[in-house]
């Protein structure tokens, strides 16, 4: 790969393929200028999702909001399944604000992907999303070192039982 297009690609993982946040920022023209095939950024696309994929962890939530981000440029049923699987598997043993977070970034991939999967799929990935955010709501409050609530702007457990709540009634919607 050349310098011209490493840094194309650069600045369209850095916006995760959005061309509308690329002109927000001032760069869309910098990029467009690189002249980069369709076929380029769709495979670009699919090893960003596939990265993000990969870093779900219980430790945080930078992959499961990256893949929020990316499921409204790019739509694969994929990334609805994985982390819906991951999700499965591991959050509940994560602490309340990672709960939430994950919870709320599943919401969002549901939504970009609400037309694309099985009417089974969204019915499960809306089951896991409301299972996560019911044990927020109804389990103690639990932080682990590093996270804060005024990271995300809440004060107390009854903020982030309404941001969860809000969470759950955004669900409720999808399936309707």
């Known amino acids: 790969m050349n310098d011209e297009c490493l840094r194309a690609r650069e600045l369209f993982v850095r916006y995760s393929g959005s061309l509308v946040q690329m002109h927000r920022e001032g760069v869309l023209k910098t990029y ?5 095939p369709k076929e380029t950024e769709q495979q670009w696309l ?8 990969q ?3 219980i430790r945080d939530w ?6 929020e981000t990316l499921s409204r440029q790019y739509q694969d049923p994929v990334i609805v399944e994985k982390t819906v699987s991951f999700a499965d598997r591991n959050i509940m043993s994560a602490d309340s604000i990672v709960r939430l977070m994950y919870a709320e970034g599943l919401v969002g991939i549901i939504r970009a992907h609400k037309l694309l999967i099985s009417r089974e799929q969204l019915f499960s990935a809306c089951r896991t ?20 609530l005024q990271q995300l702007g809440l004060r107390d457990k009854r903020t982030l039982n309404s941001r969860a ?3 759950i009634e955004e669900v409720e919607k999808l399936l309707n």
């Open 32 to 36: 467009q200028e690189y002249s980069i």
């Open 46 to 53: 699919q090893e960003l999702a596939g990265d993000y994929l």
């Open 165 to 167: 709540k809000k969470s």
């Open 129 to 148: 999303a409301v299972q996560i955010l019911e044990a927020v709501i109804v389990q103690p409050l639990v932080i682990d070192p590093g996270h804060e």
């Open 62 to 67: 930078e992959a499961v909001a990256g893949l």
């Open 55 to 57: 870093r779900l962890s």
